[in-house]
């Protein structure tokens, strides 16, 4: 079983940087394909980045791909996601998830665990 929390969120303005961290405990950290994912207001929960167990792969979403990067640091369980450039479209909640095994990508439906989000304010 993992439990994940998210933390780093906060009110910034368009074009500044800003880093979310995941944490996870329990078992199975490193076992785990980790994603990070958003949801606005309204709106359906979208992927926004996805990493593989051992960190090699990854994978963006369109519209963050040359401004988001997703890490793993499988020694002390933590996920993070450092965006830069950001515009007032990226306002979300930002979730944590994870799901056990080594194929395929993140998606809404095909995660195990998810984290309780972290809100993400860009004001223009």
């Known amino acids: 079983q993992l439990q994940l929390v998210e933390s780093g969120g906060t009110s910034v303005q368009s074009g500044e940087s800003l880093r979310l961290t995941c944490a996870g405990s329990g078992s199975g950290f490193k076992e785990n394909i980790m994603g990070w994912f958003r949801q606005a207001p309204g709106k359906e929960r979208e992927v926004v980045a996805c990493?593989?167990?051992?960190?090699?792969?990854?994978n963006y979403a369109a519209s963050v791909e040359d401004r988001f990067t997703i890490s793993r640091d499988n020694d002390k369980n933590t996920a993070s996601l450092e965006m830069t450039s950001l515009k007032s479209e990226d306002t979300a909640v930002y979730y944590c998830?994870?799901?056990?095994?080594?194929?395929?990508?993140?998606?809404?439906?095909?995660?195990?665990?998810w984290g309780k989000g972290t809100l993400v304010t860009v004001s223009p």
């Open positions: 998830a994870a799901r056990a095994g080594d194929r395929g990508w993140c998606t809404t439906g095909g995660m195990n665990y």
């Open positions: 990493i593989n167990p051992n960190g090699a792969l990854t």
